[in-house]
């Protein structure tokens, strides 16, 4: 995780100069993809739901917050692309490759360009009115929201559980740990920020 996050901090630093290109943006979107697959890698399976705690959530919505909508969408479009043909990206407990994208989890990831893209959006409107972590932190909230509904959604659809049951598997065992993914990616976010502008 420390060897991931330092080549966050890196990226981020270059990313002012390098989103101003079209290769830029593109080795951007690339070394998102990897980072979320790095994160990806860290993984917890739980016993009563088929969705693993990873990292993955965190890495999305920082990628979002740091690299803005649309390179945060292309990044995690790229990502499931590279999953799709099979790379290691995605979770280590999982098949890989297309039944992936189409087994329990899928609904998380078709969430994530989405969720990059929000977080990037939302953080950018928000800084005009308040701090730069306050900014992250509703941002990556807001991003939080269309990962669980679509994660939960496709889950329901997929098992056929009930609204409760659904809930139980898809949701809250998660919560306590997606409040500290938003709290740190809202914490790098404005570090990163200040850094930059320093």
């Given amino acids: 995780m420390q060897s991931a996050t330092s080549s966050q901090l890196g990226l981020a ?19 998102a993809s990897a980072f979320v697959g790095i994160c990806a890698h860290i993984s917890l399976p739980l016993p009563f739901t088929p969705v693993p705690l990873t990292l993955q959530n965190f890495a999305v919505i920082l990628v979002g917050l740091l690299l803005g909508p649309v390179v945060g969408f292309s990044g995690m479009v790229l990502y499931l692309a590279e999953g799709a043909i099979g790379l290691p990206v995605f979770t ?15 609904g998380y990831l078709f969430s994530y360009p989405l969720a990059a893209a929000t977080a990037g959006w939302s953080v950018r409107a928000m800084q005009r009115i308040t701090s ?13 929201a269309p990962i669980f509904l679509l994660g939960a959604g496709w889950l329901s659809h997929l ?11 898809a949701i809250a065992p998660f919560l306590p740990g997606e409040v500290v993914k938003i709290t740190t990616a809202a914490g790098i976010f404005s570090s990163l920020q200040r850094w930059r502008q320093s």
């Fill in 13 to 31: 630093h270059r990313s002012g100069s390098l989103q101003e290109s079209l290769s830029g943006k593109v080795m951007l979107a690339v070394a």
């Fill in 92 to 106: 280590p407990h999982s098949v890989g490759g297309i039944a992936h994208l189409l087994g329990p989890n899928a």
């Fill in 132 to 144: 730069r972590f306050r900014a992250g932190l509703v941002a990556a909230t807001i991003a939080s």
């Fill in 159 to 169: 098992l056929h559980t009930s609204a409760a049951a659904t809930w139980t598997m």
